[in-house]
């Protein structure tokens, strides 16, 4: 799998004769958001299709994501952090991943502009997998009928994505997101296809949790989680262990938190983690985030958190042992 980053490097392997692009491609463009079941469905379109044509399979995404430029702050957290999405790619069997940087300079690109250098030029795109409420272009003008339109005369067919349902209900990011703050784990399990899990690497924090007897790994946030609270977590660690625990991800209230922080404790671990990639996957909620009047009591809240934790593991198996 390749990664080409920028429109610079797309027209770099555009002019290759025997690059990755050379016979063109099939391709989808959209967030993947949490690559869920609505998304695995669009990359099985797009494979089936690069197979019969045998050219590569492209899945075109943005950073920042389209909301996050026009909306900054606003926009709604993310399932997935690019590099995360990325991997979740990656196993899923695509060809290129397409990553173009969305700031003023691309948001102004016309309709046609955006058919021209980036689908044409760019990836000698010959067969498109995009939903029929697909808006592209300064000012949202171009649209699924253009797209159409131009690829009859250009050379490249345009088909429009399957949809999922679960619950007779369209998988989608926005949905998941709203099962996720709402602490519906094992429901966000069913739309996603999988654990719902964030990784990110281990950073210094302000040691808090070993002056209440919980030492934590801190785990780098990019971006405004989509959920918040004190959660059974499993986590898998660079050696490939994996551990049992408690994490609280949110703004850390008690402590004046102002940046997303995710903090995870390991049961019977001891040792260092800094620097590693940590593997999260959420289990089971056990409580919100709330903001405690001391220290003190914060303390004694982890305690019952980690009592209640092992509880629900004895009940539910132990991620670590596989039981």
Known sequence: MRLIRGLTNLKHFAQQADGPLANGCVATIGNFDG??????????????KALMLGVPSVVMVFEPQPREFFQGREAPPRLTAFRQKFESLLASGI?????????????????????????????GVRHLVVGDDFRFGCDRAGDFTLLREVGEQRGFTV???????????????????????????????????????????????????????????????PHMPALSGVYVVSAALADGRLLDGVA???????????????????????????????????????????????????KQQIARDFHDARAWIADHGSSATGH
Do not use: W
Not at 111 to 116: N, R, V
Not at 166 to 177: A, D, L, Q
Not at 282 to 295: G, M
């Open 159 to 221: 088909e429009n994505t399957r949809t999922v349902t679960v619950g007779g209900e369209r998988v989608s990011s926005t949905r998941i997101r709203k099962v996720l703050a709402e602490n519906r784990i094992e429901e966000a399990e069913a739309l996603l296809g999988h654990s719902y899990r964030i990784r990110g690497r281990v950073v210094y924090g302000r040691q808090l949790g070993r002056q209440v007897g919980a030492p934590t790994a801190n785990v780098l946030l």
């Open 35 to 48: 690559v869920h079941l609505g998304h695995q469905t669009i990359i099985d379109q797009v494979h089936e």
């Open 248 to 298: 609280n991800i949110g703004l850390r209230p008690t402590v004046d938190g102002k940046q997303p922080s995710l903090e995870v404790h390991l049961f019977d671990f001891a040792g260092t983690l800094y620097g590693q990639r940590l593997d999260v996957v959420f289990r089971h909620a056990l409580r919100d985030e709330v903001k405690f009047d001391s220290v003190d009591d914060l």
């Open 95 to 123: 060809d290129i991943v397409l990553c173009l940087r969305f700031n003023e300079r691309f948001r102004s690109y016309s309709g046609m502009g955006f058919i021209e250098e980036v689908l044409i030029d760019g990836l």
